[in-house]
């Protein structure tokens, strides 16, 4: 069984940076692809960055294209988020997610974290 367990969300201003951080354990052929999501107050959850656990391949939303980065360190099972030039749209819970698939394509979850909250001040 795959658990996920995110940190680092916070409050910062707009333009400001933020890293999450998600500590990941179970079965690595469960944990193929990991990812962040975000879901704003009112919308549905959508994905935000991905990285071939094997290939470390990643994949981004449009909207943070130039201003997040995603990468892992397997020595640690753990995967990071770097928001830079954070704005108040990207207010919004961000989870951490894995899946048994591969990335690429359609955005997928299989299990997923608690969640944490950033929000960005104008």
């Known amino acids: 069984q795959v658990q996920l367990v995110e940190s680092g969300g916070g409050s910062v201003q707009a333009g400001g940076s933020l890293r999450l951080s998600c500590a990941a354990s179970?079965?690595?052929?469960?944990?193929?692809?990991m990812a962040w999501f975000h879901q704003a107050p009112g919308k549905d959850r959508e994905g935000v960055a991905s990285?071939?656990?094997?290939?470390?391949?990643?994949f981004y939303a449009d909207s943070v294209k130039g201003r997040f980065t995603i990468s892992q360190d397997k020595t640690k099972n753990t995967l990071y988020l770097q928001m830079n030039n954070l704005k108040p749209e990207d207010t919004a819970v961000y989870y951490c997610?894995?899946?048994?698939?591969?990335?690429?394509?359609?955005?997928?979850?299989?299990?997923w974290g608690q969640g944490t909250q950033v929000t960005v001040s104008s």
């Open positions: 990285i071939s656990r094997g290939s470390g391949r990643t």
């Open positions: 997610a894995a899946d048994w698939r591969e990335c690429g394509g359609v955005w997928g979850a299989s299990s």
């Open positions: 179970g079965p690595p052929n469960s944990r193929i692809c």
